[in-house]
């Protein structure tokens, strides 16, 4: 006997049962963005790596760590996408889209890292995710966090709370950056290893860090919030202004400063505490450098993303699931002569009320049995379908949810009759 596969440790199947509130997820989502001007983009799962090695940063975990990359068969290096910002960003300069036009895009689909699988982290992870070009202001982060906001009512969910902060302008970092390079290297024998790379190449990603030994020394660190100038302190009193007036509560993190190095002004993260460890359902912020750093114009560009899989788990979680529906009609039938009509009867229902979900039985069996699959898919209403049905021209209906007698109805008058037992279908 083969031996049985099973799925590669860190992917997971999404199965039948699973995806009616991975459908309330996604449809909520399409809803919501398309609601705000947003129009549906989607890029490659494999990109060239020299992508992601420009727009996430070469010597950062994810590069260099967590990446799915390979050679193809002409030698090229390519890459599964860990993330989709920067595909998005080269497909809109592939197409010309970037040139002083303003764009709202939104996108959903699967993502790859090479991580340490635990509940909420796969090494194949879906998102869902918006990214906006040529919109200067703060006004446009105030939009992104509030369609976030927007989309925590829509689902129902509770305990999300967003913790927002300033990186300022390329200036303002680099000034920061000496300022937090003098600090740590006072204290190199208390950085751990991952942190003292850093500090030769992103100091910034040091405030960053989980570990737990380095927190107190993280807490102490100088403060980017003090190396800002008035322009960058400006945008972020715009954004405030504009949540503060919106309603939606804040709180300010100077710790934040998010795990990719396109990152600029504002950055913001939604958190939870109930999904353990692995706390931020959304991030984004503006990233204004990366177009450029991809080969287009300077660009002003923003967005966030969301992580798919941690929002389905607060679903089941909060009893705000979707619950799955079943089927509204299964037709079953009886006789040698009855498969060839029942299958011509359901394709004239089907042609007549396209939302129509119909099961028409298949593989025989007795009608007991027929009816105990019709019960099982969760239809309200069973048709059956034998020899004496087929000489008087007539479907016997019997109603599997309501405490109704079963009735005959014509052939010639079923789609009337169904149309009128289920409404809108």
Known sequence: MAELLQVIRGMHDILPADMPVWHQLEDEYRALAESYGYRQIRTPIVEKTALFARSIGAVTDIVEKEMYSFEDRNGDSLSLRPENTASVVRAGLQAGMLQDQQHRMWYCGPMFRHERPQKGRYRQFHQLGAETFSIAGADIEAELILMAARFWKRLGLDEIDLQINSLGSSECRRRFRGILVDYFRDHTAALDEDSRRRLETNPLRILDSKNPDMQALIEAAPVLGDSLD?????????????????????????????????????????????????????GGGRYDALVEQLGGKPNYAAGFSMGSERLVSMLLDQGKAREADGCDVYLLMRGANSVALAQQLAEAMRDHMPRLRLVVHAGGGSLKSQMRKADKSGARIALILGEAEIEAGTVALKFLREDRPQAEILQSEIITCMASLLGSN
């Open 230 to 282: 008035q322009e960058s302190r400006d945008h972020f009193d715009e954004l405030t202004d504009i949540l503060d007036k919106t309603g939606v509560p804040y709180q300010v993190n100077q710790r934040l400063v998010r795990g990719l190095d396109y990152y600029c002004h504002t950055v913001f993260e939604w958190v939870t505490e109930t999904l353990g460890a692995q706390g931020t359902v959304c």
